[in-house]
């Protein structure tokens, strides 16, 4: 009886020892995602303690290395912005377009081809991509700029900004896919008894139903697009430019990141911190999309009880 | 007079005179769709066919037949092996490697020998048809050795056999590929374990409460958090923090680790979600105890599920160079790393650093490798659809 005792306990130590390295296991994801906030907030304090805050959000002079070196962001922050709407302005209507053709118009048996082929796209390492842009599609820009009697340089916003939205296409195709083909069928045959066309039952039936969704994917790729570094290092420009042109050279948040890190500055020198600072901007905003997006299609879930997202 | 005859066979009070054009609309609309869909379609296509016809032909290298002359003074300065006027248009840095051939061959010591030398990068560009910088009394000697057929091109062996290196023909990924190994033994030894035993956690043990919730949230949120700052705390944390070696396949592995862990969680997670209630319950009614029905039938058939998406991560690991650019894994390293302490470097970095080259070698070398990468990537994810669809299990 005791054997049988002992033999309990040390059985039940057992899954307590198994269920605690389990327990500990699941913690290293928010270690990380705190180790990664206060590694960049700590960093980013030591920046501002040399440097304004104010100067940083506002100034308009970004000019490292220098005697008298200035950190004003905003026209990094431009840059990154003008690039960010060209790639969605790409990858938006395609990755929509593409969704609601595979979810509704084509046949199951098709859709198992289409879907595998969009999501090469989005296996394809961004070296690559950043490759093809600086090869092959900003000297098409030039050319075709040149031809319609534009400047262009070869660092374009343009080129850089179509490649990364091209990138983006199967985030947004793939989710909004799902969501679409989430959206109750009793809708849509409601829609065709009372004589809509496939089309109007689409535009007014099941996409402002998946509205949520598509705006969840599109926050998701917006927040893929603001932190993409390796296309920009590649095909876009170093100098941080206000402007407005796309086909000027302009800069972004994660190439001026990359620059700060690779040079040869001290660790404790603003030229360095900067880059912390950058990247906390970075983070939160990318945080801010990513909560928003994931309680969007929650929100979507839990309406419609799919479980499948 | 037809139109007429038209509207009188729709003398229906139901008959919508909009309709044709809201059908024209409809297909309208389709065509759209479709459009979007084939421009993705041909955009793959034609990218591609960009990087195969750029790519191609880096793997093909031109050799040249010349006497060799090996003596105490060659060995002495490498360039005195071949003649004067064949010294632009062989490659120097084969014959810095002219000691290490005597010490393999002695018997070549103070003989003259006609040899296939591996040639300059601007013959290689010039006899392409590339843009080239050969001076005009070099293009008529490379004239005069295509006649007599002393040039050829041969299978470029050199791109897999050799590190990186400051002159474009003697260029290769040996060393990224070795750096690329190391560091994803790391990232998979970190990221495996780790992310299946979460998964178990979440699925099999943890109860809807907070914490869970909690631990949800954050690794949706990792998910989707921009690669670069995975790099940020790589530098802060590894290197700074713990003082672990810089550029080293250790940190990049242990930074690509927690990238991955999302990945590998969430198809875990499917996996074990797949398994159903009633293998569970069969388990319990044996008198089996949590761990023992996870670990002996919930776990093993789940399996290649959670395989698959290991290797799914894999592939994602793998092109990823963002954050090792942060922890400084771009530097020049011509030999392979020894040990996951040492300076590496990896596959996609490689590539980055030789599409900033100016020699056109260094550009078409870029193509090639983007051909082996995506090659080897495709493969891993054809493994990946493969097992899933072998043990796939319908329930």
Not at chain 2, 88 to 93: C, G, H, K, T
Request: zero cysteines; proline letters at 5%; glycine letters at 8%.
């Amino acid at each position: 009886m005791s054997t049988f005792e002992s033999r309990k306990k040390q059985r039940e130590l057992n899954e307590k020892l198994i269920k605690f390295t389990l327990i500990g296991a699941a913690t290293i994801s928010i270690l990380t995602t705190f180790g990664i906030l206060f590694s960049i907030l700590f960093e980013a304090i030591e920046f501002f303690k040399l440097r304004s805050f104010w100067y940083f959000i506002t100034g308009t002079t970004w000019s490292p290395g220098v005697i008298g070196s200035q950190f004003g962001a905003l026209p990094i922050f431009a840059g990154t912005f003008v690039i960010t709407i060209i790639a969605l302005g790409v990858a938006i209507p395609i990755g929509l377009g593409s969704a609601i053709y595979m979810s509704e118009y084509a046949s199951p048996n098709l859709r198992d081809y289409l879907k595998p082929l969009l999501e090469v796209l989005a296996g394809i390492p961004s070296v690559v991509y950043g490759f093809f842009a600086a090869i092959t599609v900003a000297p098409l820009v030039v050319k075709i700029a040149e031809s319609v009697g534009l400047e262009a340089t070869f660092n374009s916003a343009l080129a850089s900004g179509i490649v990364m939205g091209i990138m983006i296409i199967p985030t947004i195709s793939s989710l909004s896919d799902d969501v679409i083909r989430a959206v109750p069928d009793s809708q849509r045959k409601a829609a065709f008894g009372l004589g809509m066309t496939h089309g109007e039952t689409i535009k007014d039936i099941v996409l402002p139903t998946a509205l949520p969704g598509i705006i969840s994917a599109s926050l998701l790729a917006l927040s893929k697009a603001l932190g993409e570094t390796i296309v920009v290092v590649m095909a876009a420009g170093l100098r941080p430019n206000l402007s407005w042109n796309p086909l000027e050279d302009m800069t972004t948040v994660t190439v001026t990141i990359v620059n700060a890190l690779v040079g040869d500055f001290e660790f404790s020198s603003p030229e360095t911190l900067s880059a912390f600072a950058l990247g906390l901007v970075l983070f939160v905003v990318t945080l801010i999309l990513n909560m928003i997006s994931l309680s969007l299609i929650r929100k979507f879930k839990e309406k419609y009880k799919v479980n499948t997202l | 007079m037809i139109k007429r005859k038209k509207q009188k066979q729709n003398n229906n009070p139901f008959y919508d005179s909009t309709l044709k054009a809201r059908h024209n609309k409809a297909s309208i609309f389709k065509n759209l769709t479709l459009a979007s869909l084939i421009f993705s379609i041909v955009f793959l296509g034609f990218f591609l066919f960009d990087i195969i016809g750029k790519g191609i032909p880096a793997f093909k290298i031109a050799y040249v037949q010349v006497n060799v002359t090996i003596d105490e003074k060659s060995l002495d300065d490498t360039r005195f092996a071949v003649a004067k006027e064949h010294r632009e248009i062989v490659s120097r840095a084969w014959l810095r490697d002219i000691p290490a051939l005597i010490k393999e061959k002695p018997e070549l010591m103070n003989t003259t020998t006609a040899m296939w030398v591996l040639a300059d990068d601007q013959v290689d560009q010039y006899l392409k048809g590339n843009n080239h910088k050969l001076k005009d009394k070099d293009i008529t000697i490379v004239e005069k050795f295509k006649e007599e057929g002393l040039i050829k091109t041969k299978f470029n062996a050199i791109l897999f056999t050799n590190g990186d290196s400051k002159t474009p023909e003697y260029a290769g990924l040996y060393s990224a590929i070795i750096g690329s190994i190391l560091t994803l033994i790391i990232t998979m030894a970190v990221a495996f374990p780790i992310g299946v035993m979460t998964a178990i956690y979440l699925e099999e043990f943890a109860g809807d409460n907070k914490f869970t919730r909690f631990i949800e949230i954050n690794i949706n949120n990792l998910a989707a958090i921009p690669a670069i700052l995975f790099g940020l705390l790589g530098l802060a944390i590894y290197i700074n923090l713990f003082g672990l070696p810089r550029s080293s396949p250790l940190v990049g592995g242990l930074t690509l680790a927690l990238m991955t862990l999302p990945i590998i969680i969430v198809s875990s997670r499917a996996a074990l979600r797949a398994v159903p209630d009633s293998i569970r319950q069969a388990g319990y009614g044996l008198g089996l105890n949590k761990i023992q029905v996870t670990r002996d039938h919930v776990l093993p058939l789940a399996f290649p599920g959670i395989l698959t998406g290991s290797i799914l991560g894999l592939a994602h690991a793998m092109g990823e160079t963002a954050p090792l650019i942060i922890i400084g894994m771009i530097a020049f390293i011509p030999d392979a790393p020894g040990s996951i302490t040492q300076a590496a470097t990896v596959m996609p970095a490689q590539l980055f650093t030789w599409a900033g080259m100016p020699e056109g070698m260094y550009i078409e070398k870029t193509a090639a490798g983007i051909m082996v990468l995506l090659t080897i990537l495709i493969s891993l994810n054809a493994i990946a659809i493969y097992l899933r669809k072998k043990f796939e299990v319908k329930w």
